[in-house]
């Protein structure tokens, strides 16, 4: 089976492409611009611009993918909100070119979406109406209402908050952010009042495989199974490595006054998932330690 994973220069899609093609797929990855890591074995590079909607249309003529795994975005809520006109491009645009490009072979689409397109009052479940509060979230609900009107065999898939190891060529996620302001002895300052539940990659690429494997269709959820608070988040790693927690300091979310609304209470519920897909995501501190592990 062939796998196109959009985005593989970013953080989840360069995890995506070592983990599934770890598993036996042969994976074609696209992203802008020269590749930034060692392609694994079985692995592919295509720089392709999504804008560009030719450039598309010629690597899936190339590549014929069986499935395609579009992670690639303007993932930055702030970058959205200051840049709203290059947000529709590539993360409205940039779908649309990718639908059009799949319409003439039978592929099976997966979307990564964001629990970004909800409001308050989470966790959420796949049937709530979404109510984005910023830029990005309508952006990514454009795309997702793109998706489903295509007529396309395609799955939307809403992580939140995703972490993991830290490979070389790629940014640092949270943790990773964390960790090394500890390290150097910096205070840091986390708040306290945003509820989440984080995915760890690991357990995406899970799931993401069963939807491949079983050729689900619709809307998934694959979020942690813990809902923390980011402050949560940085003292538990302070205690997974051993590092200084007294530099952490709690804040409410109105100490950073930022351009961009975001959730109080966002997360989002897993129970189709684990009905459906069998999903079994680590708890937030098992997963810390898996992370732990694979750094020694
Ligand atoms: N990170 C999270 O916590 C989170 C949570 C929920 C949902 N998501 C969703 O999950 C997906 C992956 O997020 P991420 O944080 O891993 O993203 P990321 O690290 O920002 O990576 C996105 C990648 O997409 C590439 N890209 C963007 N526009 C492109 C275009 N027009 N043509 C070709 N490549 C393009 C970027 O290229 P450059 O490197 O050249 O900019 C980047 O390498 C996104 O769809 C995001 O909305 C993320």
């Given at each position: ?5 959009t985005g593989v ?15 036996g ?10 590749v930034?890591?060692?392609l ?7 720089p ?9 249309i ?15 975005a ?38 990564f ?5 909800f ?13 984005p ?7 990514k ?7 489903e ?10 992580p ?33 009042d ?20 079983y050729?689900?269709q ?36 109105d100490v950073?006054?930022e351009?961009?609304r975001r959730?109080?209470?966002s ?23 898996e ?6």
């Amino acid at each position: 089976m062939k796998i196109m994973i959009t985005g593989v220069n970013g953080f989840t899609g360069q995890h995506l492409f070592r983990i599934l093609a770890g598993k036996g797929f042969e994976v074609h990855g696209i992203s802008r611009g020269p590749v930034r890591f060692a392609l694994p074995e079985r692995g592919f590079y295509h720089p392709v611009e999504l804008t560009n909607v030719r450039t598309v249309i010629d690597c899936f003529d190339l590549v014929k993918p069986d499935v395609v795994i579009h992670t690639a975005a303007m993932s930055k809520p702030d970058e959205c909100h200051q840049n709203p006109q290059a947000c529709l491009l590539q993360n409205v645009e940039a779908t649309r070119h990718l639908l059009e490009a799949s319409r003439p072979h039978p592929v099976h689409f997966i979307y990564f979406s964001t629990d970004f397109i909800f409001g308050e009052h989470g966790p959420h479940s796949e049937d709530d109406l979404p109510a984005p509060l910023n830029f990005y979230g309508e952006s990514k609900w454009k795309a997702e209402q793109l998706v489903e009107a295509s007529g396309i065999t395609a799955t939307i898939v809403r992580p939140v908050f995703i972490y993991g190891n830290q490979y070389p060529g790629m940014r640092p996620s949270f943790i990773q952010w964390v960790k090394q302001q500890l390290q150097t002895g910096k205070p840091i300052q986390v708040v306290t009042d945003q509820l989440r539940t984080p995915t760890y990659v690991n357990d995406l690429a899970m799931g993401l495989q069963q939807i491949i494997t079983y050729q689900r269709q619709g809307v998934y959820h694959l979020a942690g199974k813990d809902i923390v608070s980011p402050c949560e988040m940085a003292f538990a790693v302070a205690d997974v490595w051993g590092l200084d927690a007294t530099l952490i300091e709690p804040v409410t979310a109105d100490v950073f006054p930022e351009p961009v609304r975001r959730a109080k209470q966002s997360g989002l519920q897993i129970q189709k998932a684990v009905r459906e897909l069998s999903y079994q995501p680590l708890s937030f501190r098992e997963a810390l330690q898996e992370i732990h592990a694979a750094e020694t």
